[in-house]
């Protein structure tokens, strides 16, 4: 967190956040601009968001790997809980519940924690998986069995298993780190990566937007919007590549291209849940910006992809257990 390129970093990031302040500021006070007033109040109640969650974040990155690790852990606990909350659960689950958030997401950081890649790769989508099967099982009530363990596991995978490719990050070696240190600039660039082309899906649709993509499930995603999206991107990417080791230029356009296809995709996907269950946000724990799943529903499906590419980029074919 110290090195020259993380703090030109973050300052340019806190920079525009404090433009972006006065601006909506200034347009809250000034009502007669002609602006909706509805969403000048959303703007800034977005941004005390970012606020808040920028906060928490700094002070983790500040903190070290642990923190950051512990702080994701949190995050995933929380998200997980909005998603089990979605539908109604029966007696039969609680108990698979239970070791699901005390023992199966805690113990599944740890490993990451401790960089054990070759047993968290496979501790929630094997070893997880399988007990949620057996303990909904023991408990003798068989109605919708496959429906209410197939919630489960696709919680885990989604809001803790993939979530947790992202802290992940921080220990995979590259020239610009030492070893131990942290790849703190690394995890910075994919979560600007995923926000930003999540702004940029909205403005672009809002500007060219003409042909939805799925119209029931969205009604502000369109195909303009991804490819604009997408192509900004790949192009901040490429203008960061600096901040993203150990990729060059062109392949850092490329990791900002995929981010933001997959980025939407986790939007799409958890946008078609909550249209399934009739709710308009997963929750309301940070004002402004829904349920933590609602923040982080593009990072679910970027983070793990985004690993796996900085692996092969940085030529290490899986990292090295405590390193």
């Known amino acids: 967190m110290n090195d020259l390129h993380t ?21 809250a006070r000034r009502p007669d601009r002609g602006l909706d007033p509805g969403a000048v109040r959303a703007f800034n109640q977005r941004l005390r968001g970012w606020w808040i969650m920028g906060a928490l974040m700094g002070a983790a990155f500040w903190l070290g790997v642990t923190a950051t690790v512990t702080l994701f852990g949190l995050v995933s606990f929380w ?6 909350t979605l539908t109604p659960t029966r ?12 023992l199966f997401t805690p113990v599944h950081y740890v ?36 429906e209410r363990t197939a919630k489960i596991q ?45 702004a940029m899906q909205h403005v672009w649709s809002r500007l060219i937007g003409r042909r939805l993509v799925a119209a029931e499930v969205s009604s502000d995603r369109s195909w303009e919007g991804l490819l604009g999206s997408a192509t900004s991107t790949a192009l901040l990417a490429a203008a960061l590549w600096w901040a993203a080791p150990p990729y060059e230029p062109w392949q850092a356009a490329l990791a900002g291209f995929v981010i933001a296809l997959l980025g939407f995709a986790g939007g799409m996907t958890m946008a078609a849940i909550k249209r399934d269950r009739g709710v308009k946000d997963h929750g309301t724990l940070v004002v402004g910006h829904g349920g933590v799943l ?14 796996h590419l900085t ?7 899986t990292p090295v257990a405590g390193g």
């Open 154 to 198: 696709a919680g885990l995978v989604v809001c803790v298993y993939c979530v947790s490719f992202a802290p992940a990050l921080l220990q995979i070696p590259t020239a610009a780190t030492a070893p131990g240190s942290g790849n703190f600039r690394l995890l910075f660039f994919l979560i600007l990566l995923v926000q930003f082309a999540d």
């Open 79 to 84: 998200a997980l809980r909005e998603f089990i």
């Open 7 to 27: 703090v030109v970093l973050v300052t340019g990031v806190l920079g525009l956040l404090l433009v972006a302040t006065a601006v909506g500021q200034f347009l």
């Open 111 to 146: 490993l990451v924690a401790y960089n054990r890649y070759d047993v968290f790769s496979v501790f929630l989508p094997v070893y997880a998986t399988l007990f949620v099967l057996a303990r909904v099982a023991f408990t003798g009530d068989y109605t919708r069995f496959l």
């Open 311 to 317: 692996l092969a980029v940085s030529g290490a074919a």
């Open 294 to 307: 609602d923040r982080i529903d593009s990072l679910c499906f970027a983070a793990p992809v985004f690993y």
């Open 91 to 102: 007696r039969g689950d609680h108990r698979a519940l239970f070791w699901v958030f005390v």
